[in-house]
């Protein structure tokens, strides 16, 4: 049973920072391309960034970039979010997801939340 499991979200201050952490089980990790996403109240889910299987390609949404940055570890099979100057609109829950670096996602979390207050 494949399971992805996020952490590390709560509350910040605008210009904070967090770290959030996806780790995943059942699953061949390095097969796998992992994506970040966010869903704001009221709004459709949208792509934050995505990491290739070893790590040497990343994607950024232009929200986020030079702002967020993406990593994994393959031997601990997780996958990590560094989160700096958050803004409030930034507020949001944050899923990751295990696919292919194209786009397609198979597997998904559960989600944490992310507060900014300004």
């Known amino acids: 049973q494949v399971q992805l499991v996020e952490s590390g979200g709560g509350l910040v201050q605008a210009g904070g920072s967090l770290r959030l952490s996806c780790a995943a089980s059942g699953l061949t990790f390095s097969s796998y391309a992992m994506g970040w996403f966010r869903q704001a109240p009221g709004k459709e889910r949208e792509f934050v960034t995505n990491i290739s299987r070893y790590g040497t390609r990343t994607n950024y949404a232009n929200s986020v970039k030079g702002r967020f940055t993406i990593s994994r570890d393959n031997a601990k099979n997780t996958v990590y979010l560094q989160m700096n100057s958050l803004k409030p609109e930034d507020t949001a829950v944050y899923y990751c997801?295990?696919?292919?670096?194209?786009?397609?996602?198979?597997?998904w979390g559960q989600g944490t939340q992310v507060t900014v207050s300004s």
């Open positions: 997801a295990a696919g292919d670096f194209s786009g397609s996602y198979r597997y």
